[in-house]
């Protein structure tokens, strides 16, 4: 995220709606379906109120939560600045070809 002309934090968040609306459709082929659906579980698993390590374990039990949700967090993020370099080539080329 901090290398030049990458993009900024705000700019990946705003494409993650972008992302997986191109995922579901096949249009943006660098992220596959199934991780899609795996980050889907991460999300399920965080606002679940079943977990693996319960909550009432205070430290442990938070401490499940709070590791998947930095996951999802590096996953979505790490993803979604993909998807906006591939955004802006797809742009470049047509301005170039247009």
Same mark, same amino acid.
């Given at each position: 995220?901090?290398?030049p !002309?990458?993009? &900024?934090?705000?700019?990946r968040? /705003?494409a993650i709606? /972008?992302?997986i &609306?191109a +995922?579901?459709r096949?249009?943006y082929? &660098? ?7 795996l980050l889907a579980?991460? =999300?399920? #698993?965080? +606002?679940s109120?079943?977990?693996v390590i319960?909550?009432f374990?205070l $430290? =442990? ?5 709070f590791?998947?949700f930095?996951w999802?967090?590096a996953s979505l $993020? !790490?993803?979604?600045?993909? #998807? +906006?370099?591939?955004? /802006?080539?797809?742009?470049?080329g /047509? =301005?170039? !070809?247009?």
């Amino acid at each position: 995220m901090s290398k030049p !002309g990458s993009p &900024g934090l705000l700019t990946r968040i /705003r494409a993650i709606p /972008r992302m997986i &609306g191109a +995922v579901t459709r096949g249009q943006y082929a &660098g992220m596959g379906k199934s991780k899609l659906a795996l980050l889907a579980m991460g =999300v399920v #698993y965080i +606002v679940s109120p079943i977990d693996v390590i319960p909550d009432f374990l205070l $430290l =442990v039990g938070v401490a499940d939560d709070f590791g998947v949700f930095l996951w999802l967090m590096a996953s979505l $993020l !790490g993803e979604s600045g993909r #998807y +906006v370099d591939w955004e /802006r080539r797809i742009i470049e080329g /047509r =301005v170039e !070809g247009g």
